[in-house]
């Protein structure tokens, strides 16, 4: 059985750093596609970032680019989410989604939440004005 949990967020004031985890059992990252999603209260979920398995190819929405870096360890088995230059409207709960198989995604096929298969219950991410 495959469980995603996501760790580290927080409150931080704008301008701030957070950094997020995932973690995996039941499954390799190293072996499947891998994004972050985000929702905000009366907001559809949005994409935030993906990494592929296969070259490490990673992907990031506009709103984020160049602020946030997804980041996988192996030895670990965990992906991160670095997020830098943290705005109010970041605030949001953020969710790792991973694919089922070993069939990789590319380019916008990355962004589609409906590809992903597992997911986790999320972490909060609450950014101050």
């Known amino acids: 059985q495959v469980r995603l949990v996501e760790s580290g967020g927080g409150l931080v004031q704008a301008g701030g750093s957070l950094r997020v985890s995932c973690t995996a059992s039941g499954h390799t990252f190293s072996k499947h596609a891998t994004g972050w999603f985000r929702q905000a209260p009366g907001k559809e979920r949005e994409f935030v970032a993906a990494i592929t398995w296969s070259g490490g190819v990673t992907y990031y929405g506009d709103s984020v680019k160049g602020r946030f870096t997804i980041s996988r360890d192996n030895a670990k088995n965990t992906v991160y989410l670095q997020m830098n230059t943290l705005k109010p409207e970041d605030t949001a709960v953020y969710y790792c989604?991973?694919?089922?198989?070993?069939?990789?995604?590319?380019?916008?096929?990355?962004?589609?939440?409906?590809?992903?298969?597992?997911w986790g219950q999320g972490t909060q991410v609450t950014v101050s004005s």
């Open positions: 989604a991973t694919h089922a198989d070993f069939t990789d995604c590319s380019g916008y096929g990355c962004y589609d939440g409906d590809w992903y298969d597992y």
